[in-house]
Structures are given as structure tokens and as C-alpha cells.
């Protein structure tokens, strides 16, 4: 298939184009085959070239002959076209529907776009799972990567290689694995140098209504217990789903079987109850009316910020169970990849100031999302503005920077990077040029050759003005355990995010450049008093 | 004040964390002529909680348990004193002894007149001249040949809530005054709060006609024209009342209401809706409860917000300064402001909108003098509305809490524009209601001169003008765009948040939180000193300041010539 074949109408001259806090541009309105552009031929007018894949829905009017298009994107921007001429305007929207919603992975812009920047460090190869076990060697010598899923045939979901405990062989992986949620047997998420606790992770486990069990599963997280210590296994689901899964297969951990775990529930919603709780929230942001009331009540019904709670408040307790009880983890939920993977991410962030750094973070998220599976495509095909039914769609990843976004509020000296970084990242899971985000598992990636035939979000990322870009100001680094409070008044709506197309961050940049002038003012002092006294120590030498 | 402390003093006692009740301090409680004080026993800390009993809005007392009596003593800046008290007996003690402590029924058992005025005789004086509100208006260009002084007032013979020096129309005869005032609640007649250098439009402030259902006064009538001449190349005034068009309407009934657009020649009236000061007490105690809350869930506190209709009301006085505001830089028209009397939500509304059209009451000092003038001078009833006294409940209300909070609000949308920080807001807050200072003792002008408040107290402004490094923002800059001209704010709903250092400031976490404010102010001192290590090295050439960046090499020489 060409791209040609559905552009109906490649190019359309005098159409207006009205965006967010921009003054309205008139220009000629360009489609390819990933992009739509419009480009006024006067100077100093920003052009704007939008992915197609950021398109998330489109709406037409017309008056007259003149039709009107607002697209809707993905990023929560809603932009308008106006266009003289009701069939080039119906060409052009039916175009886009066509163009923004293509499920062919062959299509995809990443797999065309070549980069325009010098790749420095090729992110492909920054966060290999070899190097992050090196790490992990140094400091204990109880466990191993094994190669058991190296053709991902145990895990279809999980990487090449997993670090497990040393004492459990391959042999009882694969039998642990068959009694796990799409074969996601406990591995290992996170090593507390401190006090030698790990946190793991799974799907659930296959009890179904029999309460079958699986003496090689039992087996493999007992290994990660010091002798006569509990440990404790947070499902991040009610008691009553967690019951009810049983019916399908599904189930929890038995005290009988597992004496020496204690369960303890938490009530973080399944997907599609997220997805539809951020579809109400950006309603409630883009609601023109003017009352007080009817924001909060609306605020409040989406239900989002209670999300937020909810996924804070479990992974605190992951990282109270491993900091202040000094006892092991184990994290899961229905499959393990999405709730789980926001727990075990989230805890690490309050856990190890590592992941509070600009590779850090990427590291964090190359490890404990991409490689772990998170189905990215699926969950990020559309976003707030859909009006097609929801497939697998949920902001769970959204969520997670949310959360990491109230923790950044509330220790702004304590993270390397800003809130940009976070924007940043929200964007490319749901449109972006760089194979990063396709797909849904290590496996899909590798069977596309992303590595070969994409480039990295990563190998931008890393180049110096874009680290820069990022950076906090106020960063100074803190090796300290940082305790988020999860009360409500301590939660906000997250304006970079929610807010961003709607009110003017003017004033709150000016801030921050403020911020940063007086850091760097005061260093520039800094190093000139060095100097100085430098000069002054070594003149006194010479007398 | 003695003679009301039953128990001087209690051992054994336990002040609880709140946020972590099996966490509590051993003690002992002492019960002072001011103060409540209780002392760690730990020899190594010896932590001491301080509460001034005219801090104290209520003690409760829990029914008894086995380890003894719980008093939870909650203050008027909204924070809650828990202790354990192992005697019954002695909980009931200090409980009826702060009762009455906390209940001054005289002035002359408030804290800041229970010192020796001649104690440090001098310094009381120059505290009292350290604001000099005439110059105020001298800045905005007042007295001119627009608005001119008039005598009318002294002695506070037409008004007795006034200042004794008010600015009118230069057109304004004194039949016009005298009939203008008969005509208004209380003799508020309309006068001259804030004068706009660039436009020549003017915010007078006043109480509402008594017009009833269809007096009218020629004087009156006069007055709002004279207003309007005043603002040359203007052909009308806008009449702010800020009530809720209903409110106004019942006021006919009794003689009392608005002005009748048929009546007065070139006026456009506005209604805003800002509630009245019963509303806004029992909207304040839920947003209190709010803020106590133990363990809310995410729903129970929005829903709490929504309903406690705080954030509303906030928004709806930000509202009206924003109307007023505009009016007079953009529009370039006159507004007179009035509500019923003329100086709960006027003082608001008008105070509001200097803030917005000003840039000097954005510093410290500029609205030390706002307050002064658009509260103090004008007679909010200070002592009314902050309970000095013990008095009628139904006159209690947050309305200096509102503004103080609508200054907060936009301090968060313009970070850079205000000279002080949230600590500031937080202290003025507490002295409104503390009485440790004369500055807010009375209902008027004219009842604190008869008192002798500047012969007897110290004045509030010198002192926190001492303290100021602690008060400042440190992102505020006097060449940044945010602190020249008008500020616009956007007031949609999603702009408020729930003012957590006012209503919430209980919470701990570990370890403490960080703020940007503490850690740049932190930054610019150590700047400081660095350049003054520079300069007694003759580094930094004699241009250099504490300013950071280059930005000031930004500004155009002719600039900053004519500064």
C-alpha cells in the first residue's frame, strides 16, 4: 500500500489554523504520508507539523463552503483548521481518519525517520540487561541471569534474560512459569543494597478454583528469604477481584501453601477503568463553563486523582516493607504488567536515588516497563479524545509519571530532571518518531528489528543540550529514602500535563528561568572566588 | 488576668502528634498571663510549644479514657494542640482557666496592652510613624487638581467609621459631602481609595444607598457625577456593588439598596455576588474540617472542597477586583465600590484590585500601607471579625483571611511578583487576630484614637519589616516583567488551589520537605556573600549587585537614565 493512494488531497492553499496561546496563522495545508503541515510563507510564524499518530480524533463543521476541521490530539492539544472549499475539507479530514489510525506496524513513522541529529550514544544499546546485572554482582552473589527465555518461549513477555535466585535452576523456572499468568514467573525488580531485601515481580498465580499449587514456584520465591524471615506479597488487587479471578484460572497466593508470605490486598483499577477515568478528567478540564462547583464535582468524578492515591500509596508500601520492616517483596496483579509494573517502578523511585537521575530514570524505565513487558502499542493506541471503542487502550504509563510527577513536587531538590522530561516521555508513548515505545514486548521489538531499523528515544535524549533541557536546577543529589505524602491535599492535578493547551504556563517559565539564573549566577560566583582564592593561597606560597 | 488561672501548672502531661498519635512528647504544662506553654521533659531536647491565649479559638475535652484527659486546643490560625492529661480534675482546670483566658472581655486584657507603653517609650513612637499613609496618596499623585482633601471629616463629624482625612472630587462642595453621606448607610459617603497615575480613572469606596424603593438625593446624585468629572474624557462610572443582586434587592425593604440607573446620570451598575460575612464563617469552619480530616479519602476531601464553596467564594472576590481592576487601566473609567456598610467585601474588592493594578503593593511595604488604608483607615471592624472580644458570634468572620488567601492565589500564578513569600501572608494572618500589636485593636480609626492605641501599644510594621530576610521571595525581582504593571490573572476554577499552608500545615514527612523557596533564598545569601568576597578583592566591577544573571545589562541606557 502507498501512502499516495490515501491522500486524497495532498495540499490545500489559504486555510487558517488556530492552536493553543499562537496567534492564528493563514497558509497552505500539506498531507504526507505522516504528517500534516501547515506552512504560511510569511516569516516568523511557527509552522506546525503534526504526526498523524498523534491525531487522536477529528471533528468537522461547516458554514457554507467553509469547512472547519478541529483535530484532537493524542497530547491533549486541540488545534483548528479552517478550510475554504467543503471537498477539499471533506478529502482532507477523511484523509487524516485514514492516515492517523493505520495499524500496520510496517507503516509506522519510526521505521522511516531518519535522524537529523548526530547519535552520540546509541540508545538501542544504553540499558542492556547484562550491564544492569553487573551492577547487581557487585553487590550480592545470590543471584544469576538465566538464559531460560531466550527464544521467549516461557515468558512471551519478558526479556532474553531475567536475574532469578542463584540456588533455582531453568528447570524450575519453566515449571514455575507455567503456573503464572502468561508465564510471568517472579523475578527480580529491585535489590536494597542497604539491607539486602528485594522486591520481585509476576503475574498472578494459575491457584484457579481448585487451589492448585506449584511446589517449583513455592520454591523460587522462598529462595529469596533469609532463614526465619517473612516476607510479603502485595496484590495490587481487591480481595473480591482477586477471589473472582479464580474462576478464570487466575488467583492469589494461599497461607497454606505460602506460610512464610503475608498477602496484603490494595485496590488499584484494571485498565479500562482508567481509561475511561482519563477521558472524564480531560473533559473536565476543557469544561468552558465558569462554576467552582461543577469543576470540582467533575474533578472529583473522574476519579483520577484518587487513582493517583491509589498507586502511591502501594508503592510506599512496597518501600516501607523493604526499608523500614527489612523484609522481601513480591508485586503482582492479573498479568503483571501493568499495576505491578507501576508499583515496582514507583517504589524504586522513593527507594534508590539511582532513579532519580536523568539515566536513572531512562534506565528505570527501560527495565521495569519496556523490557518488562508493558504492552506499549495496545495501551497507548489512543488517548483522552477517541470517540472508537476502547480496545486494550489505558493511561497506565501516564499514571505512573503522574505519580512521579507528585513526588517530583514534593522533593523538587531531590530529581535530576524537570517535569519537561516527564512531558517529554508522556508524548512519545503515544506519538513519536523513535521506535522506543512500538510494540509490546521485548520479543515484538526484536522481531521487528527495531533496534537496526529505528532510532532510539534515548540517543536524543543523551546529547548534552537535551540533558541539559531537562536537568532540575535545584538537583542535589540526596542518597536519602524520600517518603511521598499520599494525603490528598498533598495530591495535585498535574497542570503540565492537564492543563498545558488550556492556560498559559507563562508566568510559571519565567519562574523557572529565574530559578536558574540565580543557581547559575551563584556558581559563576563560586568558581570566580575559587580562583581567586586559588591565586591569593599561591601568591602567599611565593612570599 | 492571674486571678482566671486555676492551675499554674501540670507535670506528667503529653502533647500528641496528630500525624502520628503513639508519638508524644512527656511534659509539663504551665498556664501563664499570655501564654500556654508546655516543656518537654527529655533533658537533651527540652522542645517548648508556645500558644498565645489570644490565639486560642476553642478547647475541647473529649470524654475521659483510662490514661487520662484529652484537651484538643484548636487556634485561630487553624492549628490543633493535642494533650493528654493524666487528672481529670486538672484537665477540667485548664480547660475552664483558657476558657476565660482565651475570652478577654476588656481590651486592657489583651496581650499588647498588658506591657509598660513607656518601656521602650522611643522606639513605640517611631513604630507608629514608620507607615505614613498620606504619603501613600502623595505617591499616587494625591491631592491634584482632580481629588483634593477636605476637611468635612474632622473630628469624624460625618462619619464616624472614616478616617478623619478623606480625598473627593475637587467639585464636590460640602453640601454635596454632607448630603452624599446622609444618604448612605453609616454617613459612608463615597471617597477617593486609589488613583490611577496613567488612566486618571479612580476606585471610590462607599456603603449603600438608602434608596429603598425610591428615595433618591440630589447630593447623592452630585457626588457620583462629581466622581465622573473627575475623570476627565470619561462619559460614565461603573457602581460596583458587590452583593449578590438579591441581597441588594431585600435591602430596598428596608431603605436601604442600590442605585437607580434612572436616577443617576452616566452610571452603569454591577453586580459581583460575593457573599455575605455568614457565609463565609461557616464556608471558612468546613474548609477547617477539611483540613483536619484524618485519613480522607481522595473523594471525601474534593467533595469536602466542593462543598465548603471556599474556593468559590475566594474566586468570586478575585472576581470583582479583576472587574475593577480593568475598568480603570484598560478602560480608563471611574469605579465607586460598595456592599451594604461599605467595609467588609468593598475593603476586599477594592484592596483585590490595587493589588492587581499596582506593583508597589506587591512588595512588603506596599501592602503593609494597603492594609492600612483599605482596612485599618477605613474601619473594618477589626475587633468584630477576628473576636477580640468576647462578643457576638454572628459579627465573627474571615474577610481579611479572604483577601490575604486571594494574594496567596496569585502568588502562585505570578510567582515572581511579589516581593514577600507565603510566610508573610501566614504572619499577617496570625497578628490580625493575635493582639499582640495595637495596629488592629478597635472597629475605626476614631476608636482607636480615643483608646490611645499609639500611646499605649507598638505598631506590627516595624516588626516585620526587621524580620524581612525571612519574608522574602527570593524570586522576585524589581526590573522582572511580572512586577511592572497590571497582573492578569486567570481566574477559570482550575486556577485555586486549597491554601495548604494556611489550612493544612500539620502534615510531616521524612525527610522534611524541600521548598524552592528556602533553598533559593538559601542560594542568593551564599550569592551575596560571594560578591562581597569579590568586591573586597575588586572583582566585580562596581556596577555588579546582588542581581543575578546579566539581565540588567538588558536594560536600555535610556531606561534606566530616567529611573
Same mark, same amino acid.
Given at each position: 500500500m502507498e501512502f499516495a493512494e490515501l491522500i486524497k488531497t495532498p495540499r490545500v492553499d489559504g486555510v487558517v489554523l488556530r492552536r493553543p496561546f499562537l496567534p492564528t496563522v493563514e497558509g497552505t495545508l500539506c498531507l504526507t504520508g505522516h504528517h500534516l503541515i501547515l506552512s504560511s510563507r510569511q516569516d516568523n510564524t511557527e509552522e506546525l507539523w503534526l504526526l498523524h499518530a498523534n491525531i487522536d480524533a477529528i471533528e468537522k463543521r461547516f458554514v457554507g463552503s467553509l469547512g472547519t476541521i478541529i483535530v484532537k490530539c493524542k497530547d491533549l492539544r486541540v488545534i483548528q483548521l479552517d478550510i475554504p472549499g467543503m471537498e477539499e475539507c471533506l478529502n482532507i479530514a477523511s484523509s487524516i481518519e485514514v492516515l492517523s489510525t493505520l495499524d500496520s506496524v510496517s507503516l509506522m513513522y519510526p521505521l522511516f525517520y531518519r535522524p537529523m541529529f548526530q547519535v552520540i550514544e546509541d540508545g538501542w544499546k544504553s540499558f542492556l540487561p547484562e550491564d544492569a546485572f553487573k551492577d547487581l554482582e557487585s553487590m550480592t552473589e545470590e543471584w544469576r541471569l538465566s538464559d531460560v527465555n531466550k527464544d521467549y518461549s516461557v515468558c512471551s513477555s519478558y526479556p532474553p534474560l531475567v536475574a532469578v535466585p542463584k540456588d533455582v535452576d531453568d528447570d524450575t523456572l519453566r515449571k514455575a512459569a507455567a503456573f503464572r499468568h502468561g508465564g510471568r514467573f517472579p523475578v527480580l525488580s529491585y535489590y536494597h543494597k542497604k539491607n539486602g531485601m528485594v522486591m520481585m515481580r509476576s503475574g498472578q498465580p494459575l491457584t484457579g478454583t481448585n487451589g492448585r499449587r506449584c511446589k517449583e514456584d513455592e520454591k523460587l520465591i522462598n529462595a529469596t528469604l533469609r532463614a526465619g524471615k517473612r516476607g510479603y506479597i502485595i496484590d495490587t488487587r481487591t480481595v473480591s477481584v482477586a477471589q473472582q479471578a479464580k474462576a478464570r484460572g487466575g488467583g492469589f497466593e494461599s497461607e497454606a501453601n505460602y506460610p512464610q508470605w503475608r498477602r496484603i490486598h490494595k485496590a488499584i483499577e484494571r485498565s479500562s477503568i482508567l481509561q475511561e477515568s482519563l477521558i472524564k478528567l480531560v473533559e473536565a478540564c476543557n469544561d468552558q463553563s465558569h462554576s467552582m462547583d461543577r469543576w470540582l464535582s467533575k474533578l472529583e468524578a473522574s476519579n483520577w486523582q484518587t487513582h493517583v492515591k491509589e498507586i502511591l500509596t502501594t508503592a510506599c508500601l512496597a518501600a516501607q516493607c523493604i526499608d523500614r520492616e527489612g523484609a522481601s517483596v513480591l508485586v503482582h496483579g492479573t498479568e503483571g504488567t501493568d499495576s505491578t509494573l507501576q508499583v515496582t517502578s514507583l517504589a524504586q523511585i522513593i527507594l534508590d536515588p539511582a532513579c532519580r537521575t536523568i539515566q536513572g530514570f531512562q534506565a528505570l524505565v527501560e527495565r521495569e516497563w519496556l523490557q518488562a513487558g508493558h504492552p506499549f502499542q495496545q495501551r497507548c493506541s489512543q488517548s483522552a479524545y477517541s470517540n472508537s471503542k476502547p480496545r486494550c487502550e489505558a493511561p497506565v504509563f501516564l499514571l505512573f509519571l503522574d505519580c512521579v510527577w507528585q513526588i517530583l513536587r514534593q522533593f523538587p531538590c531531590s530529581f535530576q530532571f524537570s517535569q519537561h522530561f516527564l512531558v517529554l516521555l508522556f508524548e512519545h508513548t503515544y506519538a513519536s518518531q523513535f521506535g522506543t515505545f512500538m510494540g509490546n514486548s521485548a520479543s515484538e521489538r526484536s522481531k521487528l528489528n527495531l533496534s537496526q531499523k529505528t532510532v532510539s528515544l534515548w540517543s536524543w535524549v543523551n546529547r548534552p543540550q537535551e540533558v541539559e533541557r531537562l536537568s532540575n536546577p535545584l538537583y542535589e543529589a540526596n542518597c536519602l529514602v524520600i517518603w511521598p505524602s499520599v494525603a490528598p491535599q498533598s495530591l495535585l492535578l498535574w497542570e503540565g500535563v492537564f492543563l498545558r493547551w488550556k492556560r498559559s504556563s507563562r508566568c510559571l517559565d519565567e519562574a523557572y528561568d529565574e530559578m536558574v539564573h540565580i543557581i547559575q549566577y551563584n556558581k559563576e560566583l563560586q568558581n570566580k572566588v575559587n580562583n581567586l582564592r586559588r591565586q591569593l593561597g599561591a601568591g602567599e606560597q611565593e612570599d | 488576668m492571674m486571678e482566671h488561672i486555676r492551675t499554674p501548672k501540670v507535670e506528667n502531661v503529653r502533647l500528641i502528634d496528630r500525624t502520628a498519635p503513639r508519638k508524644a512528647m512527656v511534659g509539663t504544662l504551665y498556664l501563664s498571663a499570655t501564654h500556654t506553654i508546655f516543656v518537654e521533659n527529655n533533658p537533651e531536647t527540652r522542645r517548648e510549644t508556645w500558644v498565645l491565649h489570644s490565639m486560642v479559638a476553642s478547647v475541647e475535652r473529649p470524654p475521659t479514657t483510662p490514661s487520662g484527659s484529652h484537651l484538643v486546643v484548636h487556634t485561630k490560625n487553624f492549628q490543633v494542640v493535642q494533650l493528654l492529661i493524666p487528672q481529670e480534675r486538672d484537665a477540667m482546670d485548664v480547660q475552664a482557666s483558657l476558657a476565660r483566658l482565651s475570652r478577654p472581655e476588656k481590651y486592657s486584657e489583651l496581650y499588647c496592652l498588658s506591657i509598660n507603653p513607656n518601656a521602650n517609650k522611643e522606639e513605640r513612637e517611631e513604630s507608629w510613624s514608620f507607615l505614613d499613609l498620606q504619603a501613600d496618596y502623595r505617591r499616587m499623585g494625591v491631592p491634584n487638581n482632580l481629588w483634593v482633601s477636605t476637611p468635612a471629616n474632622s473630628e469624624y463629624r460625618v462619619c464616624d467609621t472614616y478616617p478623619s482625612e478623606l480625598f473627593v472630587p475637587k467639585s464636590a462642595t460640602p453640601p454635596v459631602i454632607v448630603g452624599s453621606s446622609k444618604f448612605r448607610s453609616r454617613g459612608r459617603l463615597p471617597v477617593l481609595t486609589y488613583f490611577h497615575q496613567d488612566t486618571l480613572a479612580a476606585i471610590c469606596r462607599c456603603s449603600q444607598p438608602l434608596s429603598g424603593f425610591s428615595a433618591r438625593s440630589q447630593e447623592d446624585e452630585q457626588m457620583l457625577e462629581a466622581i465622573m468629572k473627575s475623570n476627565p474624557g470619561s462619559d460614565y462610572i461603573y457602581v460596583v456593588d458587590t452583593r449578590p443582586k438579591l441581597n441588594a434587592m431585600a435591602n430596598r425593604a428596608a431603605g436601604k439598596g442600590y442605585e437607580n440607573e434612572d436616577h443617576y446620570a452616566n452610571i452603569k451598575l454591577q453586580f459581583i455576588g460575593i457573599e455575605n460575612i455568614h457565609v463565609m464563617r461557616n464556608s471558612q469552619q468546613k474548609i477547617i474540617d477539611v483540613g483536619e480530616l484524618? /485519613?480522607?479519602?481522595m473523594g471525601d476531601f474534593l467533595w469536602g472542597l466542593e462543598s465548603s464553596g471556599w474556593l468559590k467564594h475566594i474566586k468570586a472576590v478575585l472576581d470583582a477586583g479583576v472587574f475593577i481592576a480593568k475598568a480603570v487601566a484598560e478602560e480608563g473609567i471611574s469605579v465607586v465600590v460598595h456592599c451594604s456598610d461599605g467595609w467588609d467585601r468593598t475593603a476586599q474588592a477594592c484592596s483585590v484590585a490595587s493589588v492587581l493594578l499596582e506593583? #508597589? #503593593?506587591? /512588595?512588603m511595604k506596599g501592602l503593609m500601607l494597603l492594609i492600612e488604608r483599605d482596612w485599618v483607615s477605613f474601619g473594618h471592624k477589626f475587633s468584630h471579625r477576628y473576636n477580640h472580644l468576647e462578643g457576638d458570634p454572628k459579627e465573627v468572620s474571615p474577610v481579611i483571611d479572604q483577601f490575604l488567601e486571594c494574594v496567596w492565589q496569585l502568588s502562585e500564578q505570578f510567582p515572581c511578583a511579589f516581593e514577600f513569600n507565603e510566610r508573610f501572608l501566614v504572619q499577617l494572618h496570625r497578628h490580625v487576630y493575635s493582639c499582640q500589636y495595637g495596629n488592629f485593636l478597635g472597629n475605626s480609626q476614631k476608636e482607636r484614637r480615643d483608646m490611645g492605641l499609639r500611646e499605649r501599644t507598638h505598631s506590627l510594621w516595624p516588626q516585620l519589616w526587621k524580620d524581612r530576610a525571612q519574608y522574602a521571595n527570593p524570586l522576585y525581582r524589581a526590573d522582572h516583567t511580572q512586577t511592572q504593571g497590571m497582573l492578569r490573572p486567570n481566574t477559570t476554577p482550575y486556577c485555586f488551589k486549597m491554601w495548604k499552608g494556611m489550612y493544612n500545615r500539620v502534615e510531616k514527612s521524612s525527610p522534611p520537605r524541600q521548598t524552592p523557596t528556602d533553598l533559593l533564598t538559601a542560594v542568593r545569601e551564599e550569592t551575596q556573600q560571594l560578591e562581597e568576597e569579590l568586591t573586597n578583592h575588586q572583582e566585580v566591577a562596581p556596577g555588579g549587585t546582588a542581581q543575578p544573571g546579566t539581565k540588567q545589562e538588558d536594560c536600555s541606557p535610556d531606561k534606566s537614565g530616567s529611573n
Open positions: - | 484524618k /485519613t480522607p479519602s506593583p #508597589y #503593593y506587591r /512588595t
